[in-house]
């Protein structure tokens, strides 16, 4: 079961609250990981808990998109394989550390993780109930939260969302979205020809990363992250690769493209490589979705375009 509560005021946190009180009787462990606000209302109308209900701090889930979705996703298989009923109740963070003209994006890649989770989250044993703050989000996005989870939490209990989509069909629509073009004026344009480019383009962005305050482990995820789309790129589609980076504040940002013959499969990126065929090849794009904040793909035959997010405060947090 995945479900989204929307609130419109404090009040219709009543039904987060009788949702609390309903899991903390019925299943085996409850993770609640909410900002302080919510927590602070729930924790009044909530009541005394048992030992089941556990509270997360947002901060220890919601840093790399990737790494939200991966943690979530290991905790529901690890509570399945032990044969425990879980109950995650999760209100994402998409505003902090992110600057203000690319949170919607930020939204927008989040919101894909959300569809995707409907095939690869351990579900059968388990709920997930998101909350969305329509104070916090415009009605664009909570449209797309209605398309992304299969049923909605309302006064009267839990309800089938009527405009809820299959994960394929949301992200293949997502995916012939353009991006916006990049700036006119970039920090670099490269061309990679070939393999042997690529320690060329190693080089350039670990430069240009650290002249933007970014060291260790950050810069080299973002390194490796690049190179991996680029090599994807020379690998799957038609040589040469493009490769712009530029940066918006303190957030880093690289795109990719390159005339790929066929356009990327909705899905690509999401599931976990099979370890045995990675080794061949084919785990560059989900990589890069693991240390790049977010990551966002248009594809349609003859051109692919991988575009990446390195907000500077979630990437040093993130290594530290």
């Not at 899991?23 to 089941?52: F, H, I, M, N, Q």
Request: proline share 6%; aromatic share 6%.
């Amino acid at each position: 079961m995945h479900a989204a509560l929307i609130i419109e005021t404090d009040r219709d946190l009543d039904m987060l609250a009788a949702e609390l009180n309903r899991s903390a009787k019925r299943y085996d462990e409850v993770l609640v990981v909410v900002g302080e606000r919510t927590r602070a209302v729930l924790a009044g109308l909530a009541g005394d808990l048992p030992d089941a209900v556990c509270w997360g701090a947002q901060d220890g889930f919601y840093q790399r998109l990737g790494f939200a979705y991966e943690r979530f996703r290991r905790y529901l298989a690890a509570a399945h394989r032990a044969g425990r009923r879980a109950h995650v109740i999760a209100e994402p963070d998409l505003t902090h550390g992110v600057d203000a003209g690319l949170r919607a994006d930020r939204v927008a890649a989040y919101l894909e993780y959300e569809a995707i989770c409907n095939r690869t989250y351990a579900l059968d044993a388990a709920t997930v109930t998101c909350v969305w703050d329509c104070r916090d989000h415009p009605a664009t996005v909570l449209d797309r939260v209605r398309a992304t989870h299969p049923h909605l939490v309302t006064s009267v209990g839990r309800m089938p969302s009527p405009d809820y989509l299959q994960p394929e069909r949301y992200l293949t629509e997502r995916r012939h979205l353009p991006m916006g073009s990049p700036p006119a004026d970039v920090d670099h344009d490269v061309s990679v020809g070939g393999v042997a480019g690529l320690s060329g383009l190693r080089s350039a962005l670990g430069r240009w990363a650290a002249d933007h305050r970014f060291d260790g482990e950050a810069m080299e995820d973002l390194v490796t992250a690049v190179v991996e789309v680029a090599t994807n790129g020379l690998r799957h589609g038609d040589p040469p690769v493009r490769v712009r980076a530029w940066h918006h504040g303190d957030t880093l940002v690289v795109q990719c493209d390159d005339a790929g013959s066929r356009p990327l499969p909705a899905e690509a990126g999401f599931l976990r490589p099979d370890p045995v065929a990675a080794v061949a090849g084919g785990r560059g794009l989900w990589l890069a979705r693991q240390l790049a904040d977010m990551v966002m793909v248009s594809s349609e035959p003859g051109r692919t375009s991988v575009r990446l997010h390195f907000p500077r405060e979630i990437m040093l947090a993130a290594s530290s």
